[in-house]
Every structure is written in C-alpha cells, then in structure tokens.
C-alpha cells in the first residue's frame, strides 16, 4: 500500500504534524517530500509530492500561502505542510484551511521546533518500505514481535546454532519461530523472497 496524506501525523515522531485542511482528499499518494525555498515551486515539482513551506528563505504572506495552494492544485502535489512558529510564519490563517477543504488538498502544519531532517527521512523510509513491501501488510506486527529474532539472524548470518547460542535457546526453538514468521506472509509469495524483504524493512525501520 502507498503512502498517503493521512497517514503523514502517525508515523514514529511526526504525531505534532496536524492535518488542518483539504482532508477529503487524505487519500492521496505521497511519491516524496519537497521543500519549497522559492516563490513558486511549479517548475521543480513533478507531482505527487508533499510539499514543505517554511517561510526562512521567503517572507510567506497569507496571500503567497494561498498561492501556494493554488498552484499545488495546478501540479498535482499530494499535500501542502506549513511550518509555523514565532520566527517566521506564526500560525495558519483560518481562511487558508477554508481554502484547502474547498481545493480538496491536505493542508498540514508543522512546528519549526521538529527538524525537517527528522521528518523527511522518516517520510522517505515510509514511502520507500510502502514501495518495497508491497502487499505484505503483517510488515509492522512482524517486526514489533520478532526484532530480536531478526537482529540475531542478521548477526549470525542465518546460522540457526549460532542464533540459538545468542538468544540462549534450542536450535528447534529458531526453527520454529523462523516458520511463524514465513506463515504470516501472503499466499502465493516466495517464502525465501519475503523473509529477505522483512530483514530489510527491519534494517529500514533502524531499530
């Protein structure tokens, strides 16, 4: 499944990001993040991606804002993020909210005191592990239940006697656990194809 707009506030450490607008149209897909320095931002979008406003390179007027929401419309972006504070744009009017809903794109707000470093790769890990995983959606359940098992297998390579010593278990206990796991994945996929994208989404996931 891709990513979308919705899902933007639940992701490990965005929760002070906050939908404000536009959410008739949460569903739509977020093919990357794009941080706007310029006044205009239609030449160097290709649609599709939420975009970032964060007014330090550009005085953002209430006016330009709204622009900016006219001309995500005009490119097809996923979404618009405002960054608010006391430095630079203090808060979303409530006109420009008005405006979202009626243009149908998610308008969100977003705190300078949350780095954009932060934000934009944990949005780009989610989009790359929503491209990479596909129909694999027991992805999260699987990685909260058996990190230590993952990270033992990683370890050790694969070696079940080693990850057995390491874990501080018998060799038919890895075995299993290791079957459980190839028993969560859909019907029809590879077993041997899916072990290796959770190992992945694990390494993706940095814990």
Known sequence: MPLRCREIPDLPGLEAIRLRGGSAAGNNTVRWPYVAENRSFRDWVKGGELVFVTGISRHRSPQNLAECLYEGRECAISGLVVLTGDAYIGQLPNSLCRLADELAIPLFEQPYSLPMVIVTETIGRAIVQAETFG?????????????????????????????????????????NRLQQITDQLPAGRDPEEGFRTLLLAHMLSGK
């Open 135 to 175: 129909d694999m959606e027991c992805v999260p359940q699987v990685l909260v239940s058996s990190g230590e098992l993952l990270d033992a297998w990683i370890t050790c390579r694969g070696n079940q006697s080693a990850m057995a010593e390491a874990l501080g278990c018998h060799r038919n206990t890895i075995r």
